[in-house]
């Protein structure tokens, strides 16, 4: 297990990927991320959640002609791949993804117990 | 090589060094948000003897909202994105904010032996692909020996 988790990051280095742009934002619930991943088929799109570490990756599928020359590339790698650390209260297991148009949402539920509370202050 | 601000406590001299050795340290630029300087869509455009193909990187739009115009040779593609951030009023923090909102507009220019009037647009998983055929008289041609 602990192998795993030390052997990762340097794969990850190994090989050059995009950064998708995304947007995370938090309510009493959960937290929501936005990420930007256009040209990823949905079965490209891969999502792993593993112990506290979140990884967004995806490959790029673009129909092009069998002999068209590149002449002008911003987009120039055919992978996106982004990882995040969750946070203890937040639950691993409960965690939805929407995958449309190349934006992929997800939403990560706060674990109940770590859902806001409103305690009562008692006079006597 | 370094590079030594020679005012120790200039800011700026030290952004401009941090800059350089970030630069350095990558020989790529692997990042999609650096395209930002670019602006938004990210594009990608290649040609072969038959027509020249554009891709424009414009996820979460809505397909009929897009703007493409082709005038005089060049090519325009409009639009707007919409914020997915939480209204003000929600009880919400914002933790990350990278992602493109508003209006945008992106011009390429063609080549000349474009046909204005063989144009596809596509938009699928986010990409929208142009592909505009080159005029057939401008076709490589086999020219038969007698």
């Known amino acids: 297990m602990s192998d795993n ?14 950064m998708p742009p995304v947007n995370v934002f938090e309510d009493a619930g959960g937290i929501t991320l936005f990420a930007d991943l ?4 949905k079965d490209k799109l891969h999502l792993h959640v593993e112990a506290d570490t979140l990884t967004i990756e995806g490959d790029i599928v673009l129909d092009m002609p069998a002999d068209m020359e590149a002449t002008h590339s ?9 990882v995040f650390t969750l946070s203890k209260e937040l639950d691993p297991e409960k965690v939805s ?28 | ?14 952004l401009d060094r941090l800059q350089r050795e970030m630069q350095q340290s990558y020989e790529v630029s692997p990042s999609i948000r650096g395209l930002a300087r670019g602006g938004f869509p990210a594009m990608n455009v290649g040609g072969t003897p038959r027509s020249v193909e ?13 703007d493409v115009q082709l005038e005089k040779g060049v090519l325009t593609i409009a639009g707007e994105r919409n914020a997915d951030l939480p209204e003000k009023d929600d009880k919400a923090a914002v933790h990350i904010d990278e992602r ?7 011009v390429v220019s063609l080549p000349d ?12 998983d986010g990409v929208l692909h142009i592909s505009i055929q080159r005029k057939a008289a401008s076709q490589p041609r086999r020219i038969a020996i007698q």
């Open chain 1, 74 to 82: 911003e987009v120039s790698l055919p992978r996106y791949r982004r």
């Open chain 2, 1 to 14: 090589m370094m590079y030594r601000s020679l005012f120790p406590r200039d800011l700026f001299a030290e």
């Open chain 1, 38 to 41: 256009p040209g990823v088929p």
């Open chain 1, 5 to 18: 988790v030390e052997k990762k990051p340097e794969a990850a280095r190994a090989e050059a990927t995009l």
């Open chain 2, 100 to 106: 493109f909102a508003g209006r945008f507009r992106r």
């Open chain 2, 54 to 66: 554009i891709y424009a990187f414009a996820p979460g739009l809505d397909p009929a909202g897009i």
């Open chain 2, 113 to 124: 032996d474009v046909d204005p009037n063989a144009v596809t647009a596509r938009y699928r």
């Open chain 1, 97 to 124: 993804a929407e995958f449309s148009h190349g934006v992929l949402k997800l939403r990560i539920p706060k674990a109940e117990h770590a859902q806001p509370k409103r305690i009562e202050v008692r006079v006597e």
